[in-house]
T-cell receptor, first 114, second 110 residues
Protein backbone atom coordinates (compact mmCIF):
# COMPACT_ATOMS: atom_id res chain seq x y z
CA UNK A 1 0.00 0.00 0.00
CA UNK A 2 1.05 3.60 -0.49
CA UNK A 3 2.47 5.34 2.55
CA UNK A 4 4.22 8.54 3.47
CA UNK A 5 5.80 8.56 6.90
CA UNK A 6 7.48 11.08 9.13
CA UNK A 7 8.93 10.55 12.55
CA UNK A 8 5.92 11.09 14.79
CA UNK A 9 8.10 11.68 17.82
CA UNK A 10 8.89 15.28 18.62
CA UNK A 11 12.39 16.47 17.84
CA UNK A 12 13.99 18.56 20.57
CA UNK A 13 17.19 20.41 19.80
CA UNK A 14 19.26 23.24 21.19
CA UNK A 15 19.25 26.65 19.57
CA UNK A 16 22.00 27.02 17.00
CA UNK A 17 22.11 23.32 16.10
CA UNK A 18 20.94 21.80 12.83
CA UNK A 19 17.55 20.10 12.85
CA UNK A 20 17.06 17.20 10.44
CA UNK A 21 13.62 15.84 9.72
CA UNK A 22 12.91 12.72 7.67
CA UNK A 23 10.15 11.87 5.24
CA UNK A 24 9.92 8.35 3.78
CA UNK A 25 7.45 7.08 1.23
CA UNK A 26 6.60 3.74 -0.32
CA UNK A 27 4.82 2.71 -3.51
CA UNK A 28 4.83 6.21 -4.98
CA UNK A 29 6.77 7.75 -7.84
CA UNK A 30 6.18 11.40 -7.09
CA UNK A 31 7.22 14.06 -9.54
CA UNK A 32 8.00 16.28 -6.58
CA UNK A 33 7.89 16.49 -2.82
CA UNK A 34 6.96 19.51 -0.71
CA UNK A 35 7.58 20.67 2.83
CA UNK A 36 5.13 22.77 4.84
CA UNK A 37 5.27 24.39 8.25
CA UNK A 38 2.25 24.36 10.55
CA UNK A 39 1.97 26.40 13.73
CA UNK A 40 -0.66 25.56 16.38
CA UNK A 41 -4.11 26.80 15.38
CA UNK A 42 -3.01 27.75 11.87
CA UNK A 43 -3.01 26.33 8.39
CA UNK A 44 0.10 24.82 6.80
CA UNK A 45 2.45 27.23 5.06
CA UNK A 46 4.46 26.17 2.01
CA UNK A 47 8.23 26.19 2.48
CA UNK A 48 10.01 24.30 -0.29
CA UNK A 49 9.38 22.05 -3.26
CA UNK A 50 11.95 19.65 -4.68
CA UNK A 51 11.49 17.81 -7.96
CA UNK A 52 12.46 14.22 -8.73
CA UNK A 53 15.40 15.32 -10.87
CA UNK A 54 16.78 17.59 -8.13
CA UNK A 55 19.04 16.23 -5.43
CA UNK A 56 19.04 19.27 -3.19
CA UNK A 57 17.33 22.61 -2.79
CA UNK A 58 18.10 25.50 -0.45
CA UNK A 59 16.25 28.53 0.82
CA UNK A 60 17.98 30.66 3.41
CA UNK A 61 18.58 28.36 6.42
CA UNK A 62 16.48 25.56 4.94
CA UNK A 63 17.79 22.68 2.86
CA UNK A 64 15.87 19.78 1.37
CA UNK A 65 17.26 16.65 -0.25
CA UNK A 66 15.37 14.11 -2.30
CA UNK A 67 16.61 10.58 -2.89
CA UNK A 68 14.25 8.74 -5.24
CA UNK A 69 16.23 5.51 -4.83
CA UNK A 70 15.86 5.51 -1.06
CA UNK A 71 12.40 7.07 -1.41
CA UNK A 72 13.33 9.62 1.18
CA UNK A 73 13.52 13.36 1.69
CA UNK A 74 15.50 15.08 4.41
CA UNK A 75 14.64 18.56 5.63
CA UNK A 76 17.38 20.53 7.39
CA UNK A 77 17.17 23.76 9.35
CA UNK A 78 20.61 25.14 10.08
CA UNK A 79 21.38 27.54 12.94
CA UNK A 80 17.97 26.72 14.41
CA UNK A 81 16.10 29.32 16.44
CA UNK A 82 13.23 29.01 18.94
CA UNK A 83 11.03 30.66 16.29
CA UNK A 84 11.56 27.56 14.13
CA UNK A 85 9.54 25.53 16.64
CA UNK A 86 6.53 24.17 14.76
CA UNK A 87 5.22 21.04 13.07
CA UNK A 88 6.72 20.28 9.68
CA UNK A 89 4.75 18.32 7.11
CA UNK A 90 6.01 16.65 3.97
CA UNK A 91 3.66 16.11 1.07
CA UNK A 92 3.78 14.55 -2.36
CA UNK A 93 1.50 14.46 -5.34
CA UNK A 94 -0.31 11.17 -5.43
CA UNK A 95 -0.41 11.19 -9.20
CA UNK A 96 2.57 10.96 -11.49
CA UNK A 97 2.50 14.67 -12.12
CA UNK A 98 0.87 17.79 -10.82
CA UNK A 99 -2.61 16.51 -10.11
CA UNK A 100 -2.97 18.66 -7.03
CA UNK A 101 -3.87 15.54 -5.11
CA UNK A 102 -1.40 15.93 -2.27
CA UNK A 103 -0.91 13.29 0.36
CA UNK A 104 0.62 14.52 3.61
CA UNK A 105 2.74 12.86 6.24
CA UNK A 106 1.57 13.12 9.82
CA UNK A 107 4.18 15.76 10.59
CA UNK A 108 7.13 16.03 12.94
CA UNK A 109 7.01 18.57 15.75
CA UNK A 110 10.26 20.45 16.22
CA UNK A 111 11.03 22.18 19.50
CA UNK A 112 14.07 24.43 19.55
CA UNK A 113 15.20 25.30 23.05
CA UNK A 114 17.08 28.52 23.81
CA UNK B 1 -5.50 41.25 3.05
CA UNK B 2 -5.97 37.62 3.98
CA UNK B 3 -5.30 35.42 0.96
CA UNK B 4 -7.53 32.50 1.98
CA UNK B 5 -10.15 33.11 4.64
CA UNK B 6 -12.61 30.77 6.31
CA UNK B 7 -15.67 31.34 8.46
CA UNK B 8 -16.36 30.48 11.13
CA UNK B 9 -13.09 29.77 12.91
CA UNK B 10 -14.85 27.67 15.54
CA UNK B 11 -18.07 25.72 15.18
CA UNK B 12 -19.65 23.79 18.02
CA UNK B 13 -22.86 21.93 17.28
CA UNK B 14 -25.00 18.98 18.22
CA UNK B 15 -25.12 15.63 16.46
CA UNK B 16 -27.64 15.53 13.68
CA UNK B 17 -27.44 19.22 12.82
CA UNK B 18 -26.54 20.64 9.41
CA UNK B 19 -23.78 23.22 9.16
CA UNK B 20 -21.77 25.09 6.56
CA UNK B 21 -18.22 26.39 6.41
CA UNK B 22 -17.35 29.16 3.99
CA UNK B 23 -14.09 29.78 2.18
CA UNK B 24 -13.02 32.76 0.14
CA UNK B 25 -9.76 33.46 -1.67
CA UNK B 26 -8.45 36.65 -3.23
CA UNK B 27 -5.44 35.10 -4.95
CA UNK B 28 -7.18 34.60 -8.27
CA UNK B 29 -6.34 30.88 -8.29
CA UNK B 30 -8.46 28.49 -10.32
CA UNK B 31 -8.23 25.50 -7.98
CA UNK B 32 -9.60 25.23 -4.48
CA UNK B 33 -9.63 22.36 -1.98
CA UNK B 34 -11.12 21.14 1.26
CA UNK B 35 -8.94 19.17 3.67
CA UNK B 36 -9.74 17.49 6.97
CA UNK B 37 -7.18 17.30 9.76
CA UNK B 38 -8.08 14.83 12.45
CA UNK B 39 -6.99 14.70 16.08
CA UNK B 40 -3.83 12.81 15.09
CA UNK B 41 -2.90 15.71 12.79
CA UNK B 42 -3.31 13.74 9.57
CA UNK B 43 -4.25 16.14 6.81
CA UNK B 44 -6.40 14.49 4.14
CA UNK B 45 -7.83 15.91 0.96
CA UNK B 46 -11.61 15.75 0.64
CA UNK B 47 -12.51 17.70 -2.48
CA UNK B 48 -10.97 19.80 -5.19
CA UNK B 49 -12.64 22.27 -7.54
CA UNK B 50 -11.19 23.84 -10.65
CA UNK B 51 -13.07 26.78 -12.12
CA UNK B 52 -16.19 25.79 -10.19
CA UNK B 53 -15.97 22.20 -11.46
CA UNK B 54 -15.45 19.25 -9.11
CA UNK B 55 -12.25 17.42 -10.06
CA UNK B 56 -11.30 15.46 -6.95
CA UNK B 57 -13.80 13.72 -4.72
CA UNK B 58 -12.17 11.43 -2.21
CA UNK B 59 -14.05 8.78 -0.31
CA UNK B 60 -16.12 11.19 1.68
CA UNK B 61 -19.65 10.47 2.99
CA UNK B 62 -22.47 11.93 0.94
CA UNK B 63 -23.34 14.07 3.92
CA UNK B 64 -20.51 16.34 2.82
CA UNK B 65 -21.32 18.52 -0.16
CA UNK B 66 -19.03 21.21 -1.52
CA UNK B 67 -20.44 24.11 -3.47
CA UNK B 68 -18.54 26.63 -5.54
CA UNK B 69 -20.71 29.61 -6.47
CA UNK B 70 -17.77 31.29 -8.19
CA UNK B 71 -14.00 30.92 -8.57
CA UNK B 72 -13.29 32.82 -5.38
CA UNK B 73 -15.53 30.76 -3.11
CA UNK B 74 -15.76 27.13 -2.08
CA UNK B 75 -18.18 26.29 0.68
CA UNK B 76 -18.60 23.01 2.53
CA UNK B 77 -22.01 21.90 3.71
CA UNK B 78 -22.32 19.00 6.12
CA UNK B 79 -25.62 17.28 6.81
CA UNK B 80 -26.55 15.15 9.81
CA UNK B 81 -23.34 15.81 11.68
CA UNK B 82 -21.73 12.89 13.52
CA UNK B 83 -19.24 12.77 16.38
CA UNK B 84 -16.55 11.54 13.97
CA UNK B 85 -16.87 14.72 11.94
CA UNK B 86 -15.11 16.62 14.71
CA UNK B 87 -11.86 17.88 13.20
CA UNK B 88 -10.22 20.95 11.77
CA UNK B 89 -11.25 21.68 8.18
CA UNK B 90 -8.91 23.62 5.94
CA UNK B 91 -9.66 25.32 2.69
CA UNK B 92 -6.76 25.74 0.27
CA UNK B 93 -6.01 27.10 -3.18
CA UNK B 94 -3.22 26.28 -5.56
CA UNK B 95 -1.15 27.92 -8.20
CA UNK B 96 1.24 25.68 -10.10
CA UNK B 97 2.55 23.23 -7.52
CA UNK B 98 2.07 25.25 -4.34
CA UNK B 99 -0.95 25.15 -2.07
CA UNK B 100 -2.08 28.04 0.13
CA UNK B 101 -4.11 27.15 3.17
CA UNK B 102 -6.72 29.04 5.10
CA UNK B 103 -6.61 29.35 8.91
CA UNK B 104 -8.89 26.39 9.45
CA UNK B 105 -12.30 25.83 11.03
CA UNK B 106 -12.40 23.74 14.18
CA UNK B 107 -15.63 21.76 14.16
CA UNK B 108 -16.74 20.11 17.39
CA UNK B 109 -19.75 17.84 17.32
CA UNK B 110 -21.29 17.12 20.71
Amino acid sequence: SQKIEQNSEALNIQEGKTATLTCNYTNYSPAYLQWYRQDPGRGPVFLLLIRENEKEKRKERLKVTFDTTLKQSLFHITASQPADSATYLCALDRGSGNTGKLIFGQGTTLQVKP
Amino acid sequence: DTAVSQTPKYLVTQMGNDKSIKCEQNLGHDTMYWYKQDSKKFLKIMFSYNNKELIINETVPNRFSPKSPDKAHLNLHINSLELGDSAVYFCATSAADTQYFGPGTRLTVL
